[in-house]
């Protein structure tokens, strides 16, 4: 069985775009390359093809990820209710300090930007719950204590 991989819309329009780049322009752009590389000579000895062999490698891996996500994405848009929900913006208080956190899917996160995954420890305690409600997460680090400040 394949796990389903849950995606935002903005998410989903991400990849979408990522692969028309990397099918429009990365992928004629190396197979250019690769064309040009061979002209220099003995191909066992030839850094630049090895350099493009490399990178039509990487190309054609992400493109077959991205595949493999949209193929099995689910959409999920946010609910209205107040509670959060993927798509969600958290606003939490943690020891003190405000953080701002968006729900997305796990193939979206990225904690540095604020983009936290519904599967995470702390954004799976969050989902269900509303403003004034107070959660504890257990990360790797340790138990977390978050205030729910508010949810749009």
């Not at 039509?56 to 959060?84: C, N, P, T, W």
């Not at 929900?85 to 904690?111: C, H, M, N, Q, R």
Request: cysteine-free; hydrophobic content about 35%.
């Amino acid at each position: 069985m394949v796990k389903k991989v849950i995606l935002t819309k903005q998410g989903r329009e991400r990849l979408i775009k990522e692969l028309e780049g990397l099918k429009k322009v990365s992928r004629p752009a190396v197979v250019e390359r690769i064309k040009k590389s061979r002209d220099y000579g003995d191909l066992s000895e030839n850094a630049e093809y090895e350099d493009a062999r490399n990178e039509q490698s990487f190309v054609e891996g992400r493109i077959q990820e991205i595949e493999h996500m949209l193929k099995y994405a689910e959409v999920s848009e946010k609910k209205g209710s107040g509670e959060v929900s993927l798509g969600s913006i958290v606003k939490v208080k943690i020891d003190g300090e405000s953080f701002d956190y968006e729900i997305v899917g796990s193939t979206e996160a990225d904690p540095m930007a604020g983009k936290i995954s519904i599967e995470s420890p702390v954004g799976s305690v969050l989902v269900g719950k509303k403003a004034g409600e107070k959660v504890t997460a257990q990360t790797p680090s340790g138990e977390v204590k978050l205030n729910i400040l508010s949810v749009n």
